[in-house]
Structure formats: structure tokens, C-alpha cells
């Protein structure tokens, strides 16, 4: 019976023993599985917020870009409904070279057209605006 006894007294200590070598390696396991996926995550969310904070910065160009074409349109029709009999219309380029003109049908014709051009443009980044993903 001694003998029995010993042998269920070992039998048990090394069933215990494997019991608790297992549960150590399923926790370590556990927990380095753990550790990976907080690591996967923590590097997306570096990804994902430059990528996020990049695409703000062209977001904000594009409103930056309308709110001058805005101003630009305003001051331009400001001239087209103020301007008087006298109107002069001057082009220089790099060299100084100067184009300028009194003609008040041209000078009409110049603003309508870049009016239109500008509208044009305006409609286009107000569509990229709406059509934008974050």
C-alpha cells in the first residue's frame, strides 16, 4: 500500500506539475499574442493618422485654393460693375515689356472671359471638396 500511496502521491505532483507547465505556456502565449495585436494596432493607427493627417493638409488646400478664386471673383466683379467710361488695362511680363489698352470693349471682354474661366475653376475645386475622403 506504501508503495501505492508514493505512486499516487507522485502521480499527482506530476499531474499537477504538467498542469501548471501548461497553463504558464497557454498565459505566455496568451499574452504574447496579445502584445502582437497591440503592436499591429498602435502601427496602423501611425499609419492611418499620417495618412488621415496628409490627406487634412491637401483638404485644406483645396479650401484655401476657393477662398481666394472667391475673393478674386468678388474684386473682379466689383470692377465689372463699377467701372466707369475710363478703365485701363494693363499685361507685363518679366522683361517689362507692357501691353495697355483704354479700349473699354476689350477690357470687357478680358474680365468676362476670366470670370467665366474662374467660376469654372471654382466649380471644379467645390467638387473635389464634396467628392474628398478622409
Not at 5 to 21: P, Q
Not at 26 to 54: C, H
Amino acid at each position: 500500500m506504501e508503495t501505492k500511496t508514493k505512486s499516487n502521491g507522485r502521480v499527482k505532483k506530476e499531474t499537477a506539475t504538467v498542469k501548471k507547465d501548461v497553463k504558464k505556456q497557454f498565459t505566455e502565449e496568451a499574452i504574447g499574442q496579445v502584445q502582437k495585436t497591440k503592436q499591429a494596432i498602435v502601427s496602423k493607427a501611425t499609419i492611418d493618422l499620417a495618412d488621415r493627417i496628409q490627406k487634412f493638409e491637401k483638404l485644406r488646400g483645396l479650401a484655401t485654393q476657393r477662398e481666394r478664386l472667391v475673393q478674386t471673383l468678388n474684386e473682379l466683379t466689383k470692377f465689372n460693375y463699377n467701372q466707369g467710361d475710363s478703365a485701363s488695362f494693363y499685361i507685363r511680363d518679366s522683361h517689362n515689356l507692357e501691353f495697355k489698352t483704354t479700349n473699354t470693349n476689350l477690357i470687357k471682354l478680358v474680365t468676362t472671359h476670366l470670370q467665366s474661366t474662374l467660376e469654372v475653376r471654382k466649380e471644379e475645386i467645390e467638387n473635389a471638396i464634396i467628392q474628398f475622403e478622409l
